[in-house]
């Protein structure tokens, strides 16, 4: 009587062990296994961790295997469990695998294809195409899209993090509830013993350094050393935490009047500043999205202020970018008074106070949640509902939307609020003329041995741009990214249809390096760049001045977040800044979804190219006093997971 052996492979994470029943049926090309019991009696099966073997006997050979049917049954309880892989090894000798990866709860079954990927045009039996198809009508009624906010992009039909799929819940909650961690931060940073006071003011700015002295990190202190220097509020524009807003004005907006005679004694080349904007030496930064939001109150008695600074930078002669105009709002006037490094030191310094206030409110919204987060959020929900997990592109993108719907769902459980936007062309690609910009020229690496690393699984699965065009399930997933997760938006510049293989590799790029090297670029330096909270204060008490001459020591301190909040504020960026416990850093692949010797051979490649680059910025970062690291390969996970 032929026999297979199926072996099993149970999830090392907490709980992916069970004690439910588990059968198994093999389905080949010339007939079924019987529904088999796996167990082995004397010993304890599908322990967290262990690696099972079984024999199924059948009583004639059942051709190629094309499916694996598992089954979990309820013993006395429901067990969840988590299956890695299923191999089977043939009468014949040969191994076949079963990638899984995935859990299965209450009393249900998991078919599962072998390892190998396949485009829907590559199906050719009605068994293995009658598969596809139910995995995907399954999956849809359990990703299903929801409008969180107006105006938002779409995300997961789940209220709390319990109500998510468990394919995508977090292995355990332990170290995600964001009111949990910051209560730790708080207590770990010695912060504590200031909420007794939460609306009272500080007194000076060597006050705030009382909830810094368990600080042991050298940007942040150098921060806190130089952060009244233009240099300093400069230089953050290119490689602090928020490195995305700056761009070469190429003429100035009439919202902005700044003149020559305002600035000249800030320029170094005796040009104009008109001949400065064309030689490429003046750049803008404009928080126009912030126009409008209305003050809110935080509480009965206390008014929280937003402006829609903009802010003129300077390219001095040493290449260092400085501040050298600033307007706290769009609307120029008497009321509107353009702010000078030549102003009183009081009046200047509220000023940047306030650009650096703007930048905090657009980084957290725009720039970290929906820039990141939220758009993670919209390719990992069309990715569940449009590409079986035997899709090469599945197979692609599966480890970089990990967690992804698990962090946001907490977050809208807990922590965010309104607002968002889109970007533009920004100018700034020409490393000639930022030669400091180091976010733009680690990232336009990691961009390119990501792309190649795309470039090469494209290839591998797709012959031609005609059998991109052909492939229904990938031009379905592209479709329902635009039309349903952004809601088809006129200001949406994504596709609706990819028609070659240049595009599509073009387009997955995009996804895997936003939801990795973009998110860590923007995420893991909040501690670095925001823990000194005059730096970049959280929020403003008072409205920001309509005249020069108003500012003072007292008058920036009122301005400032009180003690309670200045607390908190650190607790947050502490605690959004701490990478998780076992994360996965971009090019770890440990759950083997792809299982051709290509695709490995091309994963290796990439890891070696991301090692190279890692070791390139550890040796330009050695002796800096700022060294920039967020870019760094092995500082960046996989996935949006924090």
Same mark, same amino acid.
């Given at each position: 009587m032929p026999s297979y052996t199926v072996t099993v492979s149970t999830g090392s994470q907490w709980f992916a062990g069970t004690d439910d029943y588990i059968y198994i049926t093999l389905v080949g090309s010339e007939g079924c296994s019987e529904r088999t019991l796996l167990d082995k009696a004397l010993y304890d099966d599908f322990e967290r961790g262990a690696v099972d073997s079984y024999d199924v006997r059948v009583g004639e050979n059942l051709g190629e295997i094309l499916l694996v049917k598992i089954e979990k049954k309820k013993y006395w309880m429901q067990d969840d469990w988590y299956c890695s892989y299923i191999t089977v090894k043939t009468p014949s000798g040969d191994y076949l695998e079963f990638p899984c990866f995935r859990w299965l709860v209450d009393d249900k079954e998991v078919v599962l294809r072998d390892g190998r990927a396949h485009l829907p045009q590559d199906d050719k039996t009605s068994l293995v195409k009658q598969h596809r198809q139910k995995e995907l009508d399954s999956r849809r009624k359990t990703y299903r899209w929801k409008e969180w906010q107006p105006g938002f992009p779409m995300s997961i039909d789940a209220d709390r993090h319990k109500d998510l799929p468990r394919d995508v819940q977090f292995d355990s909650e332990k170290g995600v509830d964001f009111v949990l961690n910051y209560s730790k931060a708080i207590e770990n940073l010695f912060v504590n013993q200031f909420m007794h006071m939460f609306q009272s003011s500080w007194s000076d700015f060597g006050d705030f350094e009382k909830i810094f002295v368990r600080i042991k990190n050298t940007i942040s202190e150098y921060v806190m050393q130089h952060w009244k220097e233009d240099f300093m509020f400069g230089y953050q524009f290119l490689n602090g935490c928020n490195p995305v807003v700056i761009e070469k004005c190429l003429k100035l907006p009439d919202k902005f009047p700044v003149t020559h005679e305002m600035v000249s004694v800030s320029l170094e080349r005796e040009l104009t500043l008109e001949q400065e904007i064309e030689a490429g030496n003046i750049y803008i930064v404009d928080y126009e999205v912030l126009d409008g939001i209305r003050s809110n109150c935080t509480d009965p008695c206390t008014l929280q202020y937003l402006a829609p600074?903009?802010?003129?930078?300077?390219?001095?002669?040493?290449?260092?970018?400085?501040?050298?105009?600033?307007?706290?709002?769009?609307?120029?006037?008497?009321?509107?008074?353009?702010?000078?490094?030549?102003?009183?030191?009081?009046?200047?310094?509220?000023?940047?106070?306030?650009?650096?206030?703007?930048?905090? /409110?657009?980084?957290?919204?725009?720039?970290?949640?929906?820039?990141?987060?939220?758009? %993670?959020?919209?390719?990992?929900?069309?990715?569940?509902?449009?590409?079986?997990?035997?899709?090469?592109?599945?197979?692609?993108?599966?480890?970089?939307?990990?967690?992804?719907m698990a962090i946001n769902t907490k977050a809208r459980e807990q922590l965010i609020c309104e607002c968002g936007i889109f970007d533009k062309a920004r100018g700034v690609d020409n490393k000639e003329e930022l030669p400091t910009y180091f976010y733009r020229d680690d990232g336009y690496r990691v961009w390119e041995a990501t792309k190649s690393f795309v470039s090469d699984v494209v290839h591998i699965y797709y012959t031609s741009d005609e059998t991109v065009q052909e492939d229904g399930e990938i031009q379905a997933f592209i479709k329902d990214v635009c039309s349903f997760g952004m809601q088809d938006f006129d200001h949406c510049e994504f596709p609706k249809f990819l028609k070659s293989r240049e595009k599509l590799i073009e387009y997955l790029t995009v996804i895997v390096f936003t939801?990795?090297?973009?998110?860590?670029?923007?995420?893991?330096?909040?501690?670095?760049?925001?823990?000194?909270?005059?730096?970049?204060? %959280?929020?403003?008490?008072?409205?920001?001045?309509?005249?020069?001459?108003?500012?003072?020591?007292?008058?920036?301190?009122?301005?400032?977040?009180?003690?309670?909040?200045? %607390?908190?504020?650190?607790?947050?960026?502490?605690?959004?800044?701490?990478?998780?416990?076992?994360?996965?850093?971009?090019?770890?692949?440990?759950?083997?979804?792809?299982?051709?010797?290509?695709?490995?051979?091309?994963?290796?490649?990439?890891?070696? /190219?991301?090692?190279?680059?890692? %070791?390139?910025?550890?040796?330009?970062?050695?002796?800096?006093?700022?060294?920039?690291?967020?870019?760094?390969?092995?500082?960046?996970?996989?996935?949006?997971?924090?």
């Open positions: 600074t903009i802010c003129l930078l300077y390219k001095n002669t040493q290449n260092k970018i400085l501040p050298i105009a600033i307007q706290l709002g769009q609307t120029p006037g008497k009321d509107q008074p353009i702010f000078l490094p030549t102003d009183d030191k009081y009046d200047w310094l509220l000023a940047k106070i306030w650009v650096r206030s703007s930048d905090f /409110q657009y980084h957290q919204t725009i720039t970290h949640l929906l820039r990141t987060h939220l758009i %993670s959020e919209v390719f990992g929900v069309a990715m569940y509902r449009q590409l079986p997990a035997v899709h090469p592109v599945y197979k692609l993108l599966i480890p970089h939307v990990r967690f992804t939801a990795s090297a973009q998110h860590a670029a923007v995420n893991f330096g909040q501690y670095d760049w925001c823990s000194w909270i005059p730096n970049a204060p %959280s929020t403003m008490r008072r409205p920001p001045p309509n005249q020069k001459g108003l500012a003072d020591v007292n008058l920036i301190i009122e301005s400032l977040p009180d003690r309670g909040r200045s %607390s908190w504020h650190l607790g947050a960026v502490w605690a959004l800044s701490q990478y998780q416990e076992g994360e996965l850093y971009l090019g770890m692949y440990p759950d083997e979804h792809f299982i051709e010797k290509p695709v490995k051979a091309a994963m290796e490649t990439f890891r070696k /190219q991301l090692a190279e680059i890692s %070791s390139s910025i550890k040796k330009r970062n050695n002796g800096k006093k700022l060294p920039y690291y967020n870019m760094s390969p092995d500082q960046i996970p996989n996935s949006v997971a924090v």
